[in-house]
């Protein structure tokens, strides 16, 4: 494998060897991968030079809070114009929720809005093309469009009441769209409409039943009447069965998949001949089987809410996978027996430690698994996939335990699923880097896995053995291939943890290289032509604005937009430095940002300065990297502390994304403790490198950040002075499933995992000042989880801690003036204690 890269940049103002970096990780795997020589880990610095800080009026605290449409309004939501010379993007309007659509040529400085009266025009992000690419087809509103790309003539096809969705193109040009859980075609050249296929959420009828006790068959032997009635029903059924084999006017598409069910997924083959259909009974993770109040309504009554189960009441569940023939009208459910492991004891050892626990004895057993297609967040393609000919489908899968994941085909003649790789990780499969396809006429799948320790990309014929087509200790994502295989694009943080540029990989030779060279956060999209990138990229001090390139190694960008704010480029705001602390606990270090006073200066001695430490939410997410971060207003926060005189850190703490699997595994059945170790590390590392007083330190941070700030106060109680938790998770066994089953099991297997990671089992710890920040509306970490450990610490009779409530905010805060409670309420804390 051979990388050309041409940057110029200078990313390091002081090296380190490649081996404090990155340690080589790996991941249990079964798979049949060839692996290449591994890359040398890029080195990489102690302190990245970072933009300059920004402006020089003094950030408030009420600004910092406020309303962000003082920022600058940026572009939402962009795509590419089906004719590659225009993008499309949506942008906020001052002062309310409402957003404007915008197209801007690829050469113009400037941007014409779309009239209301036209919307329907502009494409669709998620437009899909016809195999010559004649045609583009889109859903508007619930209607399907479709627009000749020669001619430019826009054609409506649908125009419902009804919810129109998915088109698709046939490889005989023929157009398919749904509507629900129906399939239509339409031929594009006569314009005539027909139902392909009509999935039905009930039980197939079983027709006219005859009579079977002993007193209706004597009731149809003795009334004349019931038996004519009996033969009535009987004729007109069977002259309806011969209208329908006999008059190929009629639609005769129903399919039956059982009541009480949902379609979770259904794909229609290119050909418009078959489908394969995942059918899951009528629930989801979420379930919305619980209630939560809002106390502020319209009407000033109390209104009892749905929201979502909680992962100590989830079941085990498992779908069913249909392939219907439309030829035939034959319907197959394939079994998941031939997956390799599908009936393994995965937490057999989990299970153990459990069992013995209560002084019990477990005996490991194998009993088929629930397997359900996989989630993965952010991931818009489809886990079912055929290729361009429809000889082949494959659809990805993962365990209800979430410890593995399989890419499978179907062999249609024996109808059974043919595993061609699974991925096994004894902690969980992640729920990012699932991506795969076919290369193009062909019969070979690309896709990624971490079964090296990071996301790489692989291609692998279904009756061949895999090749790895990446290679490295860095993070590959966002996979594009061209019409004509020749490139696949990507995403990856090849330079460093927390750069992200664009590259692209020949799927035939592997070679690899860099398209482009921006320096920061930066994602694309390919132009339906394939000859250039509509790029989105942001730095550390400046939001995500729009550019494009030619899609070619080594491209030069051209921004297109310019929608930040002269009032915030007026702000002066601290950009911080990206740092590599040391760890006491892994190879890796634990990057961090760090905010530095304009009057610290480097090398100073004496103990004196204070600080702070935010932790990130969302547990597997990186903020430690280049682009602008979605904490934009604490940013803006930690640059006022910066300008008070405090030392600000931001860590990727172990679980944190952009490290490789190690990293993010590190807190399985143990949420928590990694963090708080980094947490101590970074703590040392501001002593010993920034003149911190360990005795002056505080923490905060929302949602996962809460969670870990009270786990730092409740068990190690003399690493800082004081914290606030925001929105924070209390106790893991009343937080949701899709979440929580991956890092801590399900509470009824493995109970342990859950009391070792759940701050409420720590409340007694306290002894430094607390504030707990908890809206009242938040469906997404329930305000009980802070109701539920202020009785704790109630009861435990502590007096070192506040409640804040928010009575109309869900779990991310929206109203300004909450935002700047919150935060008066966090700065007062730390000024007080620090």
């Known amino acids: 494998m051979i990388f050309n890269f041409s940057s110029s940049k200078t990313l390091v103002a002081l090296a380190v060897a490649s081996s404090v970096m990155l340690a080589g990780c790996s991941a249990t795997a079964n798979t049949s991968s060839t692996q290449q020589s591994a890359l040398p880990a890029t080195s990489v610095a102690a302190v990245v030079n970072t933009p300059a800080d920004i402006g020089s009026q003094k950030i408030t605290l009420e600004q910092a809070m406020a309303d962000p449409d003082w920022m600058g309004n940026q572009p939402e939501s962009a795509y590419w114009a089906s004719d590659s010379a225009t993008i499309i993007y949506a942008q906020k309007e001052q002062g309310n929720t409402l957003r404007d659509l915008f197209s801007q040529s690829v050469t113009s400085q400037t941007a014409e809005q779309v009239a209301l009266n036209k ?140 009541d009480g069910n949902k379609v979770a997924e259904a794909q229609l083959s290119p050909n418009g001949d078959a489908l394969l259909v995942v059918v899951q009974k009528q629930t989801d993770w979420r379930g919305d089987d619980d209630i939560m109040p809002n ?86 393609q489809s886990p079912i996939v055929w290729n361009d000919d429809g000889s082949q489908v494959a659809v990805m899968l993962e365990a209800w335990d979430n410890k593995d994941r399989w890419l499978a085909n179907v062999d249609f003649k024996n109808n059974k699923l043919v595993s061609q790789h699974r991925l096994h990780d004894d ?14 006429n062909s019969n070979t799948l690309y896709y990624l896995s971490e079964e090296s320790g990071y996301s790489q990309l692989y291609k692998k014929p279904i009756n061949g053995k895999a090749t790895a087509l990446t290679q490295g200790q860095f993070e590959v994502s966002n996979l594009t291939l061209t019409s004509d295989d020749s490139a696949i694009y990507y995403k990856a943080n090849v330079e460093h943890p927390g750069l992200y540029e664009i590259y692209r990989v020949n799927p035939q030779t592997g070679n690899s290289e860099q398209v482009t060279d921006l320096n920061g956060m930066t994602d694309y999209t390919l132009s339906p032509d394939e000859t250039k ?90 903020n430690s990297h280049m682009g602008f971060s ?42 928590g403790t990694p963090e708080t170790q980094d947490l101590a590390d970074g703590v040392k590392w501001m002593a010993q490198n920034a003149n911190v007083d360990t005795k002056a330190v505080g923490t905060y941070g929302g949602s996962y950040g809460g969670f870990m700030t009270f786990m730092a106060l409740f068990t190690a109680p003399e690493l800082f002075q004081s914290g606030a938790a925001l929105r924070p998770v209390t106790d893991w066994a009343h937080y949701n499933t899709g979440y929580t089953a991956n890092i801590l099991n399900h509470p009824d297997v493995d109970p342990i995992a859950y009391e070792r990671s759940s701050p409420i089992y720590y409340a007694e710890g ?65 000024k007080e204690t620090l």
Request: proline share 3%.
């Open 427 to 440: 902690a969980w499969i992640a729920y990012a880097f699932n991506d795969f396809g076919w290369l193009h």
């Open 533 to 622: 990138l509509l790029l989105k990229h942001s730095t550390i001090t400046m939001p995500n604005e729009l550019y494009v390139a030619d899609a070619q190694a080594n491209t030069k960008a051209t921004r297109l937009t310019h929608t930040v704010s002269d009032e915030f480029l007026a702000k002066k705001l601290t950009a911080p430095k990206i740092v590599a602390v040391p760890s006491s606990h892994t190879d890796q270090p634990i990057y961090a940002k760090v905010y530095y006073p304009a009057d610290y200066v480097e090398g100073e001695v004496g103990k004196n300065r204070k600080a702070v430490i935010f932790n990130h939410g969302a547990g597997y997410l990186q």
């Open 630 to 671: 979605v904490y934009f207003r604490e940013f803006m926060f930690h640059s006022l502390l910066a300008d008070e005189g405090y030392i600000v850190m931001d860590m990727d703490y172990r679980a944190s994304k952009g490290y490789g699997r190690d990293w993010r595994t590190a807190i399985y059945r143990q949420m």
């Open 295 to 380: 106390y502020i309504t319209n009407d000033a009554t109390i209104e009892p809410k749905k929201a979502r189960r909680r992962v100590a009441d989830a079941k085990e569940e498992t779908s069913k996978l249909v392939y219907i023939n439309l030829t035939n009208k034959e319907q197959t459910s394939l079994s998941f027996n031939t997956l390799p492991g599908f009936d393994e004891d995965v937490l057999a050892a989990v299970k153990k430690e459990n069992y013995a626990r209560k002084g019990k004895t477990y005996k490991s057993k194998k009993a088929p698994r629930g397997i359900n297609l996989i989630m993965d967040w952010g991931f818009e």
């Open 119 to 258: 919307l329907h025009t502009v494409g669709s992000n998620k437009a899909v093309y016809s195999k010559n690419k004649t045609m583009a087809a889109y859903t508007f509103k619930g209607n399907v469009f479709v627009t000749n790309l020669k001619t430019g003539e826009l054609k409506q096809i649908t125009a419902t009441s009804a919810s129109e969705s998915k088109p698709q193109f046939l490889n005989n040009g023929d157009l398919v769209y749904r509507q629900g859980n129906v399939f239509f075609k339409v031929d594009l050249k006569t314009g005539l409409t027909s139902e392909l296929a009509n999935l039905k959420l009930a039980d197939e009828p079983k027709g006219i039943e005859e009579p079977s006790t002993y007193i209706a068959k004597e009731q149809h032997k003795l009334i004349k009447f019931v038996a004519l009635q009996q033969k009535n029903k009987k004729d007109k059924q069977a002259r309806n069965e011969q209208i329908n084999e006999q008059n190929n006017s009629i639609a005769n598409t129903a399919y039956y998949l059982g």
């Open 766 to 830: 306290l002894n430094k000042r607390l504030l707990i920040n908890a809206p009242m509306v938040d469906d997404n970490v329930f305000f009980q989880d802070s109701v539920r450990l202020v009785q704790r610490l109630i009861e435990l009779e502590k007096q070192n801690f506040e409640t804040a409530i928010f009575p109309v905010e869900p779990h991310g805060f929206v109203q300004p003036s909450s935002w700047l409670d919150e935060y008066r309420r966090i700065h007062k804390l730390f």
